[in-house]
């Protein structure tokens, strides 16, 4: 997986199914003026509301609970009333007016959840448990109720707080002991759902309501009386299909629904009531600007081209390049309604959780994990997803094929810190043949030693003894020197560390780097800054003497770009990866050639964004001996 694909196409991809507006109607934002919008997602902080990292006026809006038929909770709430019906985390979507890229007016907010029902397994080691056969991941960042916390410590707290902010002692299977009722709400992923927000489901809506068994799925092996949801069997009849939802379409397999109903056991609920989720854009979004965070459940490529179909909180969204998505991404989604009915993407950001990751060769392996260089021990578990580039068909792999095939090959992990250890979600053996080692995470505690120049990471020294000045960078990936990252340094910064290219700093227990830099958190993924440069410890500090060069590019034409400050031409000679040309025309090619071999011009080999590293030669100019895609 190369990290630049996702940012490269941002203004490229095109949506063309599963969007189309169906004359939902018009907003009514009355007294209001600005983009009319729809954003749907989870609230990350109050005064107002926020999702998606823009702030809501709420004090002219309606509050609707769609697990309750869409009826109107609150009109024109206070803050302290909202907050009394809804918390961090929740996943709502809201329609309004945005008057810039961080404010607008919401004029009403639609809420739901995912999942409610009786917890029957947790599973302390990779931070899940199990309701209705469902598996529900937490992550650092999602919000647990405080009425959970104070059941489990016996005394009141002033708030909800994150999982990765809760004591070592606030264990997951403590939190949510068997037998408790619990509702979520998050996003549906490719094993499950992810939670943003867990909360005690016997104290929803001040805990008068009788309790509802709440599922969502796609249908599967339907008939006229049950049909199965995620592995759940569902006994219904027509008489509990909403009647708005189903007014002019039959329940069929395929389809993305949400069930009520009662659980008469782990694996079968008996529905009360079943509403369609795949069809909120129809009968919410007509016009306007979307914006969708969600996580990629699913990856359907079309049987030839780059092409194909993504499902992301049960919507089938057709894009030009499927490449740029993996299963498991949590992203988010901006862009336009097109006068054709087609939707048009502005933006797409990573919205990963994942602030641990590791690039290193395996060294070893047995039935449960795999050891690095570094001497980081690796355990896969049911969480993660498992892929290998060298060979075809590598998405999901079981664990056992992924630890037979991992010793001595180049591995990327990513993760995140849980319970003093680290939960690996995606593992990915490497086709590339970089002997170096990369690491990022969190400084631990009591690490920093400015004496020596050393700190910690993952259990693994990292010594910056003898990084050259120009290569200590901050969050901005400019050059601050020695003594200026030592003195912003602290416990529990994100930090990467690079070791030279040849490996030789990749040691049991310690990293001797030629590169480190601040990172900031959750854009392990989609990062458009330098992660890769690379100066030997005998590079000016002017990069402008750099032979190689490592950025985004922009501003192509037929025989030159501009990447990491300056114009770089391209001529006949000039070598192209044949990964960049494999993009550009959908099928593998065999080797590297020549530009001036090619029959595609620069501009579709390369796009604005895209991730290079450049190969220079200063002698008459800046000329491009070989691009290579990062």
């Known amino acids: 997986m190369k990290n630049s694909k996702l940012a490269a196409a941002i203004s490229t991809i095109l949506i063309t199914s599963g969007l189309t507006a169906c004359g939902g109607g018009t907003t009514d934002v009355a007294g209001s003026s600005g983009t009319v919008v729809t954003s749907s997602g989870s609230i990350t902080e109050f005064g107002s509301v926020i999702v998606n990292g823009v702030r809501y006026e709420t004090t002219s809006a309606k509050l609707i609970s769609a697990d309750d038929d869409n009826s109107v909770v609150l009109t024109n709430p206070s803050n302290a009333e909202l907050q009394a019906k809804i918390g961090l985390g929740q996943v709502v979507t809201v329609r309004g007016t945005r008057s810039d890229d961080s404010n607008g007016i919401a004029t009403t907010i639609s809420f739901d959840n995912e999942l409610a029902g009786e917890v029957t397994s947790v599973s302390v080691d990779d931070a899940s448990f199990v309701i209705l056969g469902q598996t529900i991941s937490i992550t ?198 097109q006068s054709d009915g087609s939707f048009s993407i502005t933006r797409i950001q990573d919205e990963q959780e994942d602030n641990v990751r590791i690039e290193d060769i395996a060294v070893s392996a047995d039935g449960t994990s795999f050891t690095t260089r570094l001497g980081l021990v690796i355990t896969p578990t049911n969480r993660s997803r498992l892929e290998d580039d060298t060979i075809e068909d590598d998405d999901n792999l079981s664990i056992a094929d992924f630890l037979a095939n991992v010793n001595d090959e180049r591995v990327e992990a990513r993760g995140f810190s849980l319970n003093a250890d680290t939960a690996w979600t995606r593992l990915e053996i490497s086709k590339d043949d970089d002997t170096d080692c990369r690491l990022r995470g969190s400084v631990e505690i009591g690490s920093i030693d400015n004496t020596n120049f050393t700190f910690s990471i993952e259990g693994v020294t990292i010594d910056v003894s003898n990084v050259s000045a120009n290569n200590f960078k901050d969050g901005n990936d400019l050059s601050i020197g020695k003594a200026a990252f030592f003195n912003e340094l602290n416990e529990g910064d994100i930090v990467q560390a690079n070791s030279d290219r040849a490996g030789a700093g990749c040691n049991t227990g310690e990293l001797t780097a030629r590169e480190v830099e601040f990172e900031p958190e959750d854009s392990v993924l989609l990062s458009t800054s330098d992660d890769r440069s690379d100066d030997d410890s005998n590079d000016s500090s002017d990069d402008s003497n750099d032979n190689e060069l490592v950025g985004s590019v922009s501003n192509i034409t037929t025989t030159s770009f501009d990447l990491a400050g300056e114009t770089i031409t391209v001529n006949a000679a000039t070598i192209i990866d044949d990964s960049i040309i494999e993009e550009a025309r959908g099928v593998e090619v065999n080797n590297e050639a020549a530009f001036g071999d090619l029959s595609e011009t620069l501009a579709q080999l390369l796009s604005d964004g895209m991730g290079l590293e450049i190969i220079v030669d200063r002698t008459n100019g800046i000329v491009a001996v070989s691009i290579e895609d990062l």
């Open 140 to 337: 650092p960042d999602t919000i647990i109720d405080d009425s959970l916390i104070e059941a489990l410590r016996g005394t009141e707290i002033p708030n909800d707080l994150k999982f990765g902010d809760l004591l070592m002692t606030d264990t997951l299977d403590l939190l949510l002991p068997t037998g408790t009722i619990i509702v979520v709400s998050g996003f549906p992923s490719q094993n499950g759902f992810e939670a943003t927000r867990i909360e005690d489901g016997t104290q929803v809506g001040g805990g008068t309501a009788a309790f509802e068994a709440e599922v969502k799925g796609t249908v599967k092996n339907l008939t006229a009386t049950q049909f199965e949801l995620n592995g759940l069997t569902v006994l219904y009849d027509n008489s509990v299909l909403d009647n708005e939802d189903f007014s002019s379409t039959n329940l069929e397999d395929g389809m993305f629904v949400e069930v009520h109903g009662s659980a008469d056991s782990d694996t079968q609920i008996t529905a009360t009531r079943i509403e369609r989720e795949d069809n909120l854009l129809e009968n919410d979004f007509s016009e306007g600007e979307l914006e969708l965070e969600g996580v990629v459940q699913k990856i359907t490529p079309d049987s030839t081209g780059t092409s194909g179909i993504i499902t992301i909180n049960g919507f089938d969204i057709r894009v030009d390049d499927v490449g740029q998505f993996s299963e498991g991404l949590r992203i988010e989604i901006k862009g336009r309604l």
